[in-house]
């Protein structure tokens, strides 16, 4: 999930906010990168408040930019909100870390029995493996088509990288962008790498990663990135020096009939253009014969501050935001899924990303290696940006990405 409205905050309200935030009996405040997400929250604190009709909740969001360091900053006052939405895995780590968040259990939040464990895991700390947040969304890496340019094109989307390759010269050919990816935004390069090669580096892969088994050496790898490099010539001309806003833009006006990225742009592209004709799918597999895989992860979480004045209410709120109740309307407000287990989704195109989930593999850079600096996301978003301007080898790249890394990950120190 992406945040657009930012909040502008100087050194002056940020004073307020730390003298502002004591809470008192029946009066919570939530912070949030996600201006955006007002209107719809305050439905679901209505929501709350049919059973809780004497809490008062107050919303305030930050630039989604600076919200870390703004929440940094509070909480190391002994103030800030009294329920947080935070980010998961190293995003969380830092604050979880520092003592900051109170733990959850299963005697204090019995809703935890909602998630599962690899849901959970975005919201732990890793070194005493005890929960800090209630789980709020997974998000899905794949393919958006623009199903009116395929249709006018009267093509129809790929399941094979050699059947995606001849539907992505078939568009050139009609002249349409087949690709509105571009790699100057250095996360949307991350994210057009796990996506694209998730297929070839197959189910197992990423847990070989995460137990020490294999590096970004491995000669799998390299040959993954190799197929990224035969895209180049279906990207928009110029596609080095494409942002991801310029990227969106040639998706939502039909110049591009495809954008490799997540199932957070659905709600987003809905806003811009409740007209657009939308699909998400799978990336391509190798072989007829190979899964396709999506790639998953979470995007934060809810989490109750360790010093709140009114640690009842934020509680209750925090166990509340992890009942099926919740996940419906949050799906159904949000368009975004709930990892609550039995949530309803209405929404035909996210019922088919949920179906999707079902043949994934974790975001592996996110997921495993966005704890210490260098984190794997930043090697890798540079080194891919060198490798598709032609810079550096596929061999190079997981080179650097392995060295970087081994700085901090034993299992990647050389012997």
Known sequence: MRGSMLTKLGAGALAGLLLASA????????????QEDKGQYQQLFQDFNKTSPDVRIG????????????????????KGPDVIHVRAYGGLEQFAKAG??????????????????SALGSSSL????RVYAIPFASQTLGILINTEVLEKANLKEAATWDDFLKLAKALKDKGVIPLANGTATAFMAEILTQTMTASFLGPDFPSEIAAGKATFEDPRYAAALQHLIELKDYFPPGFTGIDYPTSQQLFLSGRAAMLVGGSFEIANFRRQNPNLKIDFVAPPAPSATAPRLVSLFYDGGYAVN?????????????RFMGTKGFGDR??????????????AIQDP???????????????????YFR?????????????????????????????????????????????
Request: hydrophobic share 40%.
């Open 23 to 34: 809470a008192s009996a029946g009066e919570l405040s939530f912070w949030t990168w996600r």
């Open 59 to 78: 919303f305030e969001a930050f630039e989604p930019q600076s919200y870390q360091t703004v929440l940094s900053t509070a909480l190391a006052a002994g």
């Open 100 to 117: 900051y968040l109170a733990a959850l259990d299963p005697a204090s939040t019995p809703e935890l029995a909602n998630f599962t464990p």
């Open 126 to 129: 890793r070194s005493d493996q």
């Open 306 to 318: 360790a010093k709140t004045g009114n640690r009842e209410d934020a509680l209750k709120l925090v």
């Open 330 to 343: 949050f799906s159904a407000l949000l368009g975004n899924i709930s990892p609550i287990k039995g949530v």
């Open 349 to 367: 195109l996210l019922a088919k990303v949920a179906s999707l989930n079902q043949t994934s593999v974790p975001y592996i850079t996110l997921v």
């Open 371 to 415: 704890y210490q600096d260098p984190t794997g996301s930043t090697l890798l978003q540079g080194a891919v940006q060198k490798m598709m301007a032609g810079q550096v080898t596929p061999a190079d790249v997981g080179k650097e990405l392995t060295a970087g890394i081994a700085t901090y990950y034993e299992p990647f120190k050389k012997k």
